[in-house]
């Protein structure tokens, strides 16, 4: 009678549990939907995902960057791997090579075009100029994406050992694209002496453009994106450290520095929301980056970090942070020749050279926003090639 009455119940309650997922189903598509198998991945941004763009292309970094995962510098600003390395090993892809790292880089599962210091708006000035901005704004990263796309194609027609280096055709249509940029155009305004609200003034400009790429990219066949909010620039060692008077809010953090950043993002989901109507065949996640971001410089303790605020690759000043002692450079200290090193643990820190962020702080990020709960729509990472139905 006993066993009876087991079977009974574990008979009712899968009942019950297959309903509540054939309703859910029904009520949510999204939930039924099959995980999406991206066979690349490319990538547009700035340093928040450049993978050797800008060392590439200029000086190469020095140690400590890469040192906690790479054990040696692997052109990333940071000790480890970024939100972009993170999305690629979630799909079991490797690393993005860029697009400009010609040695030893592989392009079969995609390539990234993101570069440090990179800009949305045509940059000034730009490097070498000091305080220069890079010359691979978006503008130009697209132009390198398509000559890839077609160049690509040459090379696995003609075969021989690099076209298996080359992604085949059908990878650009069924291809994750993910963009993260916009940081710099907001600090390139902060440091031309514009006001706040010229600052802000230049969003809806900044916004504009930043569609136009994404509606080309869609043009030549793009159909799942992936687009990153800025973050909290005015919790960033070298926003506080240039506008030491800027009023705080309770993280320490450039309270109207925050603001710009926050109506970009606001600008930037509209613009989402538009291209979702425009393009009604394509996919496009807006990812909600900055309140994720924020949490580590609000509640750091909360999730196993300190001192956020302080950068952990730097030197002097009340945040160790100085733009004349980049991470990794040799600066002269009471006429003695000193590298800027790295602080004893980076895994519980966030902030690692005043710009840029921590593995740690890296991988918090993608664990957050890699469910979709800081997405709109609120669609994971792994279907993110699903519309919005």
């Known amino acids: 009678m006993g066993f009876t009455s087991i079977n009974v119940s574990v008979i009712t309650l899968s009942?019950?549990?297959?309903?509540?997922?054939?309703?859910?189903?029904?009520?949510?598509p999204i939930?039924?939907?099959r995980i999406c198998e991206f066979p690349a991945i490319f990538n547009l941004g700035d340093s928040n995902s450049d993978t050797g763009t800008l060392s590439a292309a200029f000086t190469a970094l020095n140690s400590p960057n890469g040192d906690t995962y790479f054990h040696m510098p692997a052109g990333r600003f940071s000790d480890g791997r970024l939100i972009i390395d993170?999305?690629?090993?979630?799909f079991n892809l490797p690393y993005l090579s860029a697009y400009l790292n010609s040695l030893g880089a592989s392009y079969t599962h995609g390539a990234n075009f993101a570069s440090a210091r990179a800009t949305i708006r045509f940059p000034s000035p730009i490097i070498p100029a000091s305080?220069?901005?890079s010359p691979f704004y978006l503008d130009v990263q697209y132009q390198q994406f398509m000559q890839f796309k077609d160049r690509s194609q040459i090379i696995r027609k003609q075969g021989g050992k690099f076209a298996k280096l080359m992604p085949k055709e059908d990878y650009f249509r069924k291809a994750l694209y993910t963009f993260d940029i916009g940081q710099n155009d907001l600090g390139a305004g902060?440091?031309?002496?514009?006001?706040?609200?010229?600052?802000?003034?230049?969003?809806?400009?900044?916004v504009n453009r930043f569609?136009?790429?994404?509606?080309?990219?869609?043009?030549?066949?793009?159909?799942?994106?992936?687009?990153?909010?800025?973050?909290?620039?005015?919790c960033l060692a070298y926003i506080l450290t240039g506008f030491p008077?800027?009023?705080k809010d309770g993280a320490g953090c450039a309270k109207q520095h925050n603001e710009v950043a926050r109506y970009f993002n606001y600008k930037l989901k509209e613009a989402v929301l538009q291209l979702r109507k425009d393009f009604p065949s394509a996919a496009f996640t807006y990812v909600d980056v900055y309140s994720v971001k924020y949490f580590l410089f609000i509640e750091p303790k909360k999730y196993g970090f300190e001192l956020p605020l302080i950068t952990c690759c730097g030197y002097g000043g009340k945040y160790n942070y100085s733009d004349a002692a980049g991470c990794g450079e040799t600066i002269t200290v009471n006429n003695a020749k000193v590298v800027v090193g790295s602080c004893d643990n980076?895994?519980?820190?966030?902030?690692?050279d005043g710009v840029h962020y921590t593995e740690a702080a890296s991988k918090f990020v993608f664990d957050r926003i890699s469910t979709g709960a800081f997405s709109d729509p609120p669609i994971p990472l792994n279907m993110a090639c699903h519309r919005n139905v």
Do not use: C, Q
Not at 18 to 23: A, D, N
Not at 217 to 230: A, D
Not at 346 to 352: A, E, G, H
């Open 245 to 247: 008077s800027a009023e």
């Open 211 to 234: 569609s136009i790429y994404v509606k080309n990219i869609y043009e030549v066949g793009g159909r799942s994106f992936w687009i990153h909010s800025t973050g909290p620039i005015g």
């Open 131 to 133: 305080g220069g901005y």
């Open 86 to 90: 993170f999305i690629a090993k979630s």
């Open 346 to 352: 980076p895994s519980v820190r966030v902030d690692w």
């Open 31 to 33: 939930f039924a939907s």
């Open 15 to 28: 009942y019950f549990l297959m309903l509540f997922v054939t309703l859910t189903s029904i009520l949510n």
């Open 190 to 206: 902060f440091f031309s002496n514009m006001s706040i609200e010229e600052v802000k003034a230049t969003v809806p400009d900044i």
